[in-house]
């Protein structure tokens, strides 16, 4: 059994949840954030993530990677770091698995155009909005709005990327409502959970691009870490399929993030003198991250995916289709409330910018396949060229 280190979070030290326990608390022997994780894994919300886009709008191929499985490896990898650190592994899990609820169909194309078209009524962010999910939208009980989960994974899924100081209205109604000390750092496990979604993508992005034939080895060799590592590779398993050499570098690609972040986070622990969680919220810098060198190394693999992948002429013209997609929903929504289901006709207000906010949390609740579905109704077809894989 890990010990948990002075600095974790205590599931039995918790601030609590907005609405209190229910009258039915008595489910099985579950920590606070156990029923946290396990809320979430049991929402509509998580299950519509495995039609959302990781990196590919609506792939037919299915190997590729969506919301959903790149929550689950962020999980795997935030569980693995949490129990090296002694923090609490059940937290850790749940923010992992909960921080893309709130991202809308085909990822950033997606966000991009919900932004621009709520300009006029606060905007869209993504992270905002997977607070709204789990707190206003996804609402099972019949006691209280959302999911009521903890302080801890709300606080620390509103700023696992540090303070906000200027938070966006969906988050500072939120904040309003259950105040969740957005000026301090969170906590190492939320800490945990942002920097094991950089680790994840970074590398699992790498396969899903040389699957899709958008990057080459060739292309990715010319990363100098990235081909001292291939150089070892085939000294090790010489005459090997190709394709499990690759495999085999993603994997030693996750290794040296995840040792390096372990070893530089133990060090910034030790160096901060931090004792409790309260003292990491108060450090005033992240604990949780990698050394210089890595750091700089992850800088410049993530330039050559932007550069590569991201911004791939085939996904620029499919981001195009997909933010054209979003935006023309948007506006026939606006203009014709009598396109939208009945439920959320029938709480449509009149006023803005409430209006406009109702039609957003649809639209950014939809999934890529029907969105796609949904603009095919209104519009005949879909753009070609959507999907690119």
């Known amino acids: 059994m890990t010990t948990r280190a002075g600095y974790a979070s205590d599931p039995a030290r918790s601030h609590g949840r907005e609405f209190g326990l229910e009258t039915?608390?008595?489910?099985?022997?579950?920590?606070?954030?156990?029923?946290?994780?396990?809320r979430i894994i049991h929402s509509i919300a998580f299950r519509r993530l495995r039609h959302k886009t990781q990196v590919f709008i609506a792939p037919d191929g299915d190997h590729y990677r969506v919301r959903l499985t790149h929550s689950?490896?962020?999980?795997?990898?935030?569980?693995?770091?949490?129990?090296?650190?002694?923090?609490?592994?059940?937290?850790?899990?749940?923010?992992?698995?909960?921080?893309?609820?709130?991202?809308?169909?085909?990822?950033?194309?997606?966000?991009?155009?919900?932004?621009?078209?709520?300009?006029?009524h606060g905007g869209f962010d993504h992270n905002a909005n997977t607070l709204r999910v789990l707190m206003r939208m996804e609402s099972p009980y019949c006691e209280h709005e959302g999911l009521n989960l903890s302080w801890e994974l709300l606080e620390g899924l509103a700023k696992h990327n540090g303070p906000v100081l200027s938070p966006p209205w969906a988050l500072a109604e939120l904040d309003a409502a259950f105040p969740l000390e957005l000026s301090q750092h969170a906590s190492l496990e939320a800490q945990v959970a942002a920097i094991s979604d950089?680790?994840?993508?970074?590398?699992?992005?790498?396969?899903?691009?040389?699957?899709?034939?958008?990057?080459?080895?060739?292309?990715?060799?010319?990363?100098?870490?990235?081909?001292?590592q291939w150089r070892g590779i085939e000294r090790r398993f010489a005459g090997a399929p190709r394709e499990r050499?690759?495999?085999?570098?993603?994997?030693?690609?996750?290794?040296?993030?995840?040792?390096?972040?372990?070893?530089?986070?133990?060090?910034?622990?030790?160096?901060?003198?931090?004792?409790?969680?309260?003292?990491?919220?108060?450090?005033?810098?992240?604990?949780?991250?990698?050394?210089?060198?890595?750091?700089?190394?992850?800088?410049?693999?993530?330039?050559?995916?932007?550069?590569?992948?991201?911004?791939?002429?085939e996904q620029i013209a499919a981001a195009?289709?997909?933010?054209?997609?979003?935006?023309?929903?948007?506006?026939?929504?606006?203009?014709?409330?009598?396109?939208?289901?009945d439920s959320w006709r029938a709480s449509l207000r009149e006023v803005e910018p409430a209006r406009s906010r109702h039609i957003a949390d649809f639209i950014a609740g939809m999934t890529d396949r029907y969105a796609i579905d949904s603009y095919t109704k209104v519009f005949g077809s879909a753009p070609a060229g959507l999907r690119n894989v």
Request: proline content about 4%; charged content about 30%; glycine content about 8%.
């Open 245 to 313: 050499m690759q495999s085999e570098l993603v994997r030693g690609q996750i290794g040296r993030m995840v040792n390096d972040l372990l070893a530089e986070t133990s060090k910034l622990v030790e160096e901060s003198c931090v004792g409790s969680v309260e003292d990491v919220r108060a450090a005033g810098r992240v604990l949780a991250r990698f050394s210089p060198a890595m750091a700089e190394e992850e800088r410049a693999l993530k330039r050559f995916m932007y550069e590569r992948l991201y911004y791939h002429p």
């Open 198 to 228: 950089d680790i994840a993508y970074d590398n699992h992005d790498i396969d899903d691009g040389l699957r899709a034939g958008f990057l080459t080895l060739d292309d990715l060799l010319e990363l100098p870490s990235i081909a001292e």
């Open 72 to 120: 689950l490896e962020v999980a795997q990898i935030g569980r693995v770091v949490a129990r090296a650190l002694g923090l609490d592994e059940d937290l850790t899990e749940a923010l992992c698995l909960a921080h893309d609820i709130g991202h809308p169909p085909f990822g950033h194309a997606g966000e991009d155009a919900l932004e621009a078209a709520m300009a006029g």
């Open 320 to 341: 195009e289709h997909a933010r054209a997609v979003i935006a023309g929903l948007f506006e026939a929504y606006r203009s014709d409330s009598g396109l939208l289901p």
């Open 24 to 38: 039915q608390t008595a489910r099985g022997p579950r920590t606070a954030f156990q029923r946290d994780r396990d």
